[in-house]
T-cell receptor, first 117, second 109 residues
Framework: GAGVSQSPRYKVAKRGQDVALRCDPI?????LFWYQQALGQGPEFLTY????????KSGLPSDRFFAERPEGSVSTLKIQRTQQEDSAVYLC???????????????FGPGTRLTVL | AQRVTQPEKLLSVFKGAPVELKCNYS??????LFWYVQYSRQRLQLLLR??SRESIKGFTADLNKGETSFHLKKPFAQEEDSAMYYC???????????FGAGTRLTVKP
């Protein structure tokens, strides 16, 4: 079966533009995560959904970042008025169950590389 | 605050040599710890987790709560082990997994 997919794979935006990044999790996966990975760093947690509920958005760096998962499957991460410091790879991951227990293995997508000029 | 430290950005060993990738963490509770691996041009994937106490591709990792470490070890490295390795911590009852900065392992022939 297909794994987690993300689109677009690459995005170049001019400073100040709004961008939308899409994540298609593995079918039936309850949990969905977004991470931001800056060059030379590990992924940093942004937000977590359980089905359509956004249970944790503690990692979103500013109110310019917004994520949604309205029907509990596809998720979109939106960044408004992009800044150069938003340049990073944005990773999406999904897991079958909640965040604890045996079914919490997170499966990652290929990422979207965002470059803000 | 929870933190994961991987002190080596780069690690190079010869094929057949033992390898140890270091991971130290700071967390006052009982975390879940993981090793993720990213091979060239592939996506990040789980290698192993401490609760499973398993060996994957010859790698093992033991949680040492006294030293707050979760080092990844393999007795005989193979060229196909060359990859980026990330140690990660999931605080108990939380959703925000914390990753280290990663160690790039190169296994030379």
């Amino acid at each position: 079966g297909a794994g987690v997919s993300q689109s677009p794979r690459y995005k170049v935006a001019k400073r100040g533009q709004d961008v939308a990044l899409r994540c298609d999790p593995i079918s039936g996966h309850v949990s969905l995560f977004w991470y931001q990975q800056a060059l030379g760093q590990g992924p940093e947690f942004l937000t977590y959904f359980q089905n359509e509920a956004q249970l944790d958005k503690s990692g979103l760096p500013s109110d310019r970042f917004f994520a949604e998962r309205p029907e509990g499957s596809v998720s979109t991460l939106k960044i408004q008025r992009t800044q150069q410091e938003d340049s990073a790879v944005y990773l999406c991951a999904s897991s079958l169950g909640g965040t604890s227990g045996f079914y919490n293995e997170q499966f990652f997508g290929p990422g979207t590389r965002l470059t803000v000029l | 605050a929870q933190r994961v430290t991987q002190p080596e950005k780069l690690l190079s060993v010869f094929k057949g040599a033992p390898v140890e990738l270091k991971c130290n963490y700071s967390y006052s509770g009982s975390p879940e710890l993981f090793w993720y691996v990213q091979y060239s041009r592939q996506r990040l994937q789980l290698l192993l987790r401490h609760i499973s106490r398993e060996s994957i591709k010859g790698f093992t990792a033991d949680l040492n709560k006294g030293e707050t470490s979760f080092h990844l070890k393999k007795p005989f490295a193979q060229e196909e082990d060359s990859a980026m390795y990330y140690c990660a911590l999931l605080p108990s009852g939380h959703n925000d997994m914390r990753f280290g900065a990663g160690t790039r392992l190169t296994v030379k022939p």
